[in-house]
């Protein structure tokens, strides 16, 4: 039994007492004792495969702040890494591969990766942290979308332009499906083995969903999630498991990801939650939406942009408030406390109870 | 008087014959003539400081491709420059200025740059590429708009979290206005001298406002958008002078764009033409919109991503076709000649003549 279960209840669209906050990344380099402890471990992949320290970083900012979810601390590109493509992070620059997805061929080798054999660190810290959570919190677990995934397999790492990986959608059609239907289904062994092994809900980061037209959108990115969804198990022990789906820059697509059946969509700020909500939000509950950069300036500042967001979505549930991107390294711990204890503050007066 | 007059008047929402065509950045890294000269010239700003130079760059695609306008060849970047803020290149870096915008004292002892001195080279330049295009097609003038100036100008070059402009917008706005205020008048200084030197057209590259949220783009981009608007010679010789405003990443806001007066609004790839039209087609222009990376694929598959552009944009003027960003230095020039081919092949059922 959940001691908090404010945030499961909103992203079903129950009724709540305050709405629940988090923040993703929450667990990461704005906090010292993330960096003394990443400092210790060498590197940030050390960090991910040893389930004790991952869960280490799950709990940090949960000691500091009142935050209503902790969320698996994980990489985006477990799966790829599992699938023999060789993860590693260049100082400064972000994630790469030692051998990027480039033709036919590659795509035909790779293989749909044994959850159980590959990912078991995984699943063991999903785990330990619920064990360590002991009901104080749910647990989120997560995957990158298929499409976001293969941004940075073709690529070979970040991009700017992904001239790659759209090359080969605009090129080999075909190839591009082969490779996003392997990942789609490698995501839902994937995240029906951190449902199983205590994750009580789950969220799609489709990071890169937004550089795509609206029908390579439909047909490269949300078609894949769509796959996911469907197969994902949303009733474990009698608990529903809520899922998410966030196409950061998929303000245009906000009716298409509702259709999906998801629990609730995830918005970045550059859409007003009001106009959100008068689109999509009798369908589902709405994630987000401050711009991280207002956490840069001053707790009077976030306290006004809080409740300005609070005001816009108005009465009743169905909205779990978050940043529209994952938080800033750059980021004073102290801002974080004004920003989550806003939302509690603020949000009682448009919940009944 | 020009002989091609098509991007003119479909930027007016005048009849046309076909619809008219070009590329942002059409004068750059993909042709190997451009690399060659800019081999020869050293760096980047050598080029752009040199007329003489800068009008070979220009006309450099025109000799190509059947465009139906040139865009002067130049840096967004000169204002701050003239600024005396010390741009430079570094090397797969992008742009970075020498002394960065920090503070309040840093924004007041900027100068309006005395357009007639500093920036001397560009109206040298649009004065030679008018007498050496000889009316075959119109000059597009431009302009970095303000928000997207200072972007540069705070962060010191380019940004991945846009954490400092941000920051002193949300914990200093009164010093970010005071930029901004200097930025537009500036600017506003800066297209009438293209004007009055023999720019055709202008355009405001605003390729930073789409990481903004609703309310901050309106205050801190569109405002100052909107003041250059209404501070343009719109007229001159006799000839009306097209505007057009391209937010990167703003289909979320396209009546605000339109609303400002502008002739015609710039649309990136994520929305589609048909819905941007129904929106606001009947009050503006619409320029755009394919996804650049389509280049990268094969001369069918770009007569097929055009061709349907054009049907979905439909019959009647007021569509000036063009990739929804620049195009990528990667791309072949046989490929160019495959999309700007198909734009005037396909497009002539679309106009009564």
Redesign the interface.
Same mark, same amino acid.
């Given at each position: 039994m959940l001691k908090n279960n404010r945030y499961i209840r909103a992203a079903l669209s129950q009724p709540v007492d305050k709405t629940p906050v988090w923040m993703m990344r929450q667990a990461g380099r704005y906090l010292p004792e993330y960096r003394e402890l990443r400092a210790k471990a060498g590197d940030f992949m050390s960090l991910c495969t040893n389930p004790e320290l991952a869960c280490e970083v799950t709990l940090q900012p949960l000691r500091r702040y009142q935050l209503d979810a902790a969320i698996l601390f994980s990489d985006i590109l477990t799966i790829p890494d599992a699938m023999g493509m060789g993860l590693y992070f260049k100082t400064g620059e972000g994630p790469a591969f030692k051998s990027p997805v480039k033709t036919a061929a590659d795509v035909a080798k790779l293989p749909i990766p044994d959850i159980s054999d590959k990912l078991k660190y995984v699943t063991d810290a999903v785990s330990l942290i619920r064990k360590e959570l002991n009901g104080e919190v749910p647990l989120i677990g997560f995957s990158g979308s298929p499409w976001t995934l293969a941004t940075y397999m073709v690529e070979g790492g970040t991009t700017k332009?992904? $001239?790659e990986v759209? $090359?080969m959608m605009?090129?080999q059609p075909q190839v591009m499906h082969q490779l996003l239907d392997k990942l789609a289904r490698s995501v839902i062994e994937y995240l029906n083995a951190q449902i199983e092994s205590g994750a009580q809900a789950v969220m799609l980061f489709d990071t890169w969903g937004?550089?795509? +037209?609206?029908?390579?959108y439909q047909d490269f990115s949300l078609n894949y999630m769509q796959q996911i969804v469907d197969g994902l198990k949303r009733n474990h022990n009698g608990e529903q498991i809520p899922v998410t789906l966030f196409s950061k $820059?998929g303000? @245009?697509w906000l009716e298409l990801m509702a259709e999906t059946g998801v629990d609730c969509v995830g918005l970045d700020?550059?859409?007003?939650i009001d106009k959100a909500r008068a689109r999509i939000g009798h369908k589902v509950a709405l994630q987000g939406n401050m711009?991280?950069?207002?956490l840069? +300036?001053?707790p009077q500042?976030i306290e006004q @942009?809080v409740a300005d967001i609070l005001a816009k979505f108005g009465s009743g549930s169905g909205h779990v408030f978050n940043l529209g991107h994952g938080i800033?390294p $750059?980021i004073a711990p102290e801002n974080v406390k004004a920003y989550v204890d806003a939302v509690h503050r603020e949000s009682q007066q448009y919940h009944s109870g």
């Open positions: 332009n992904f $001239g759209k $090359g605009f090129e937004g550089v795509l +037209s609206t029908q390579n $820059g303000a @245009e700020w550059t859409i007003d711009d991280p950069c207002v840069y +300036s001053t500042r @942009e800033h $750059g």
